[in-house]
């Protein structure tokens, strides 16, 4: 129950393009949806969150969607660049306040 | 840029030997974190502390050991390295309460 699940495990799109990003969650305590964005031979960086309560949040290019009911969420991003190529962390915050991330997703926006 | 500082960045060493990776937060955090990455895949919670004195196991079993005798700082240390210890270790901190991790840049372990 403390699982967050991703998909897919990696993704090729064009430039321009518009990859998406899925996660679910059978924990109804978690509270807090963050996605983390990850450079090679860097740590992961926060890039934008929701809380549960919201069905969307955009910033800038990137946008979350999320489905309370089907315990869902997706990461979309627009306009897709080859500085976008990175590895995508879904996250969910438990009762506990620490984070529960996902597989991850490789995403390579070619030229 | 984060407040989280690891050191080294890379370190190739030979079985057998001891070694500690070190991490440091300037943010007053009380929540760090380590955690096992193979290159860019899944991140595997090894050890987490609440604070000062505080250390607990995370889900994936580990040879190493960590210490939490100040707030700011937090080191990981294998006891004897060997090969499968090869990977990056990654650590984390976050305030009570708060709505992400800050993750340091990692060291890349090469265990010979």
């Known amino acids: 129950q403390q699982q967050v699940k991703q998909s897919p495990q990696s993704l090729i799109v064009q430039k321009g393009g518009i990859p998406i990003i899925n996660c679910a969650y059978e924990n109804t305590a978690f509270d807090y949806f963050p996605w983390y964005q990850q450079f090679p031979g860097k740590g992961p960086a926060l890039l934008i969150a929701?809380?549960?309560?919201?069905s969307e949040k955009k910033e800038g290019r990137f946008t979350i969607s999320f489905n309370k009911s089907a315990k869902q969420f997706s990461l979309h991003i627009m306009d897709s660049q080859p500085g976008d190529s990175a590895t995508y962390f879904c996250?969910?915050?438990?009762?506990?306040?620490?984070?529960?991330f996902g597989p991850g997703t490789r995403l390579s926006v070619l030229p | 840029e984060a407040d989280i500082y690891q050191t080294p960045r890379y370190l190739v060493i030979g079985t057998g030997k001891k070694i500690t990776l070190e991490c440091s937060q300037t943010?007053?955090?009380?929540?760090m974190y380590w955690y096992q990455q193979d290159p860019g895949m899944e991140l595997h919670l090894i050890h987490y502390?609440?604070?000062?004195?505080?250390?607990e196991k995370g889900d994936l079993s580990s040879e190493s050991t960590v210490s939490r005798i100040r707030t700011e700082h937090f080191p990981l240390t294998l006891e004897s390295a060997r090969p499968s210890h090869t990977s990056q270790y990654l650590c984390?901190?976050?305030?009570?309460?708060?709505?992400?991790?800050?993750f340091g840049s990692g060291t890349r372990l090469t265990v010979v």
């Open positions: 996250a969910a915050r438990d009762y506990g306040q620490n984070f529960v």
């Open positions: 502390s609440y604070g000062v004195n505080s250390t």
């Open positions: 943010m007053g955090h009380d929540k």
């Open positions: 984390a901190s976050s305030e009570q309460g708060g709505y992400g991790y800050t």
């Open positions: 929701i809380r549960p309560d919201v």
